[in-house]
């Protein structure tokens, strides 16, 4: 799983540990100093559970939680130490071979451990890609390239049966929910909603579980078969131009940008589909992700675009590509004269492909 630090809640189906307070020791080694900050995420948010200082590696945290709660060790720069199952027990850190080890805490501490086990082996294989890399590319050595990547994706492939078996094995405890949330706004409907199906309802019911829930509806809102949000922007000559206000047997969003090379790329072959598909029902409506206006209007006239063509000069945080879980571009989304989505992600041919089997060629 990626991030451990996305939607943080509170586990409050965790009972309540016999223990009165937590104590956290640390013992990193070395000449580490400086300010650490212990953070919890409640339901209202994260709640600061105290401060101290780490000298020569070594820190102390002492205080008190009400049931189960994630709790992170931070740097004063929020650089991330430890992530816990934070309760009133006691834990010790350590820095082990392959990184950061956490000592003690309670059952839920133990089952975050094994999901933190698989991710530290994918960070140190990674990072050893990454350096072999490199030398291949200084060498041009194809070949060596392409054995680095079948590795990593060995490793990879070997990553996800384990963690699938961690979460067969623990799909009714809150904490295979937590992680799976943790990581889910960088999945597809398609990924998440087989892990939501396989938990247990006790994880469900959760609040980690209610999380997947209402991330799974937002997903599926952009999906094939649903009707697409409507969206409106600006266009060159200062007019607005609405998704439903277009009028068409076939609609193509297109998310681009002048800075996107691949998109710029694709772009002679769009001006193709355009002039072959309009009269016979298609029209395609353009969504730049630029921030400068000149760069926009620049792009829109070199590459010949004569379609509807919006920006809200937002780049990613635009609502529109946000609404749309847009995470790269080119995205496009196929869409019928209803509005509902057709394909989505298809480019070149087989967009092509697409477009000639609806419109009849």
Same mark, same amino acid.
């Given at each position: 799983?990626?991030?451990?630090?996305?939607?943080?809640?509170?586990?409050?189906?965790?009972?309540?540990?016999?223990?009165?307070?937590?104590?956290?020791?640390?013992?990193?080694?070395?000449?580490?100093?400086?300010?650490? +900050?212990?953070? #919890?995420? %409640? $339901?209202?948010?994260? @709640?600061? =559970?105290g401060?101290?200082?780490?000298?020569? &590696?070594?820190?102390?945290?002492?205080?008190?939680v009400?049931?189960?709660m994630?709790?992170?060790?931070?740097?004063?720069?929020?650089?991330?130490?430890?992530?816990?199952?934070?309760?009133?027990?006691?834990?010790?850190?350590?820095?082990?071979?392959?990184?950061?080890?956490?000592?003690?805490?309670?059952?839920?501490?133990?089952i975050?451990?094994?999901?933190?086990?698989?991710?530290?082996?994918?960070?140190?294989?990674?990072?050893?890609?990454?350096?072999?890399?490199?030398?291949?590319?200084?060498?041009?050595?194809?070949?060596?390239?392409?054995?680095?990547?079948?590795?990593?994706?060995?490793?990879?492939?070997?990553a996800?049966?384990?963690?699938?078996?961690?979460?067969?094995?623990?799909?009714?405890?809150?904490?295979?929910?937590?992680v +799976?949330?943790? #990581?889910? %706004? $960088?999945?597809?409907y @398609?990924? =998440?909603?087989?892990?939501?199906?396989?938990? &247990?309802?006790?994880?469900?019911?959760s609040?980690?579980?209610?999380?997947?829930?209402?991330?799974?509806?937002?997903?599926?809102?952009?999906?094939?078969?649903?009707?697409?949000?409507?969206?409106?922007?600006?266009?060159?000559?200062?007019?607005?131009?609405?998704?439903?206000?277009?009028?068409?047997?076939?609609?193509?969003?297109?998310?681009?940008?002048?800075?996107?090379?691949?998109?710029?790329?694709?772009?002679?072959?769009?001006?193709?589909?355009?002039?072959?598909?309009?009269?016979?029902?298609?029209?395609?409506?353009?969504?730049?992700?630029?921030?400068?206006?000149?760069?926009?209007?620049?792009?829109?006239?070199?590459?010949?675009?004569?379609?509807?063509?919006?920006?809200?000069?937002?780049g990613?945080?635009?609502?529109?590509?946000?609404?749309?879980?847009?995470r790269?571009?080119?995205?496009?989304?196929? =869409?019928?004269?209803?509005?509902?989505?057709?394909?989505?992600?298809?480019?070149?041919?087989?967009?092509e492909k697409?477009?000639?089997?609806?419109?009849?060629?």
């Open positions: 799983m990626k991030s451990l630090f996305l939607f943080l809640l509170l586990l409050t189906s965790f009972s309540i540990s016999a223990q009165e307070e937590f104590k956290i020791t640390g013992n990193l080694g070395g000449t580490l100093g400086g300010k650490l +900050i212990l953070v #919890g995420a %409640g $339901q209202q948010g994260n @709640v600061s =559970l401060e101290t200082m780490m000298e020569n &590696g070594t820190f102390q945290f002492v205080g008190k009400d049931g189960i994630p709790a992170y060790i931070l740097t004063e720069r929020q650089q991330p130490i430890a992530t816990l199952m934070l309760e009133n027990v006691e834990y010790v850190i350590v820095a082990g071979e392959s990184g950061i080890e956490i000592r003690g805490g309670g059952a839920a501490q133990a975050l451990s094994q999901y933190d086990a698989i991710n530290q082996i994918i960070l140190r294989e990674r990072m050893k890609m990454e350096q072999e890399m490199k030398a291949a590319y200084a060498s041009q050595n194809q070949m060596k390239l392409q054995v680095l990547q079948q590795q990593f994706s060995k490793v990879m492939e070997e996800e049966k384990q963690q699938m078996a961690l979460f067969t094995a623990h799909k009714d405890s809150p904490v295979t929910a937590f +799976i949330a943790s #990581g889910m %706004g $960088q999945l597809e @398609v990924t =998440l909603k087989p892990l939501y199906d396989g938990l &247990g309802e006790t994880a469900k019911n609040p980690y579980g209610q999380a997947i829930a209402r991330q799974l509806e937002v997903f599926k809102q952009v999906e094939v078969g649903s009707v697409a949000p409507d969206f409106q922007g600006a266009t060159p000559e200062g007019g607005t131009v609405s998704l439903y206000g277009v009028t068409s047997e076939l609609k193509l969003v297109d998310f681009w940008a002048s800075w996107c090379g691949p998109c710029r790329a694709e772009m002679p072959s769009m001006v193709k589909l355009y002039k072959k598909y309009h009269e016979k029902g298609l029209e395609i409506i353009g969504v730049s992700l630029d921030e400068k206006k000149e760069d926009w209007l620049k792009a829109s006239q070199n590459d010949k675009i004569t379609w509807q063509n919006i920006s809200d000069l937002q990613w945080r635009s609502p529109i590509a946000t609404r749309y879980l847009v790269a571009i080119p995205q496009t989304f196929l =869409l019928d004269g209803d509005n509902r989505i057709i394909a989505k992600g298809l480019r070149g041919k087989d967009l697409k477009i000639a089997e609806i419109l009849g060629e």
